[in-house]
């Protein structure tokens, strides 16, 4: 007996651009059309979760990337 088993096809996380299942929760940042619905950071330590903070960040600084920096930017870092 053969079982074929399709490749699934992948959505685009809107949040973080990861591929993921479609109509699945994004595991990568724990998002699902525009709401979190897992907490992904509370599971994480402190060090893992500034990474996942910035992965998930991410595609939201790129498109804001061309803006020259501000000094009132800076300042909030
Ligand atoms: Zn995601």
Excluded: Q
């Amino acid at each position: 007996m053969h079982i074929y088993i399709k490749a699934p096809v992948l959505a685009k996380c809107p949040k973080c651009g990861k591929p993921v299942l479609p109509h699945v929760v994004c595991f990568n940042c724990g998002y699902y059309k525009g709401t979190e619905i897992i907490d992904v950071l509370k599971k994480l330590n402190r060090k893992e979760r500034k990474k996942k903070e910035k992965e998930i960040a991410g595609k939201e600084e790129k498109e804001t990337a061309k803006k020259p920096l501000s000094w009132e930017g800076l300042s909030k870092k």
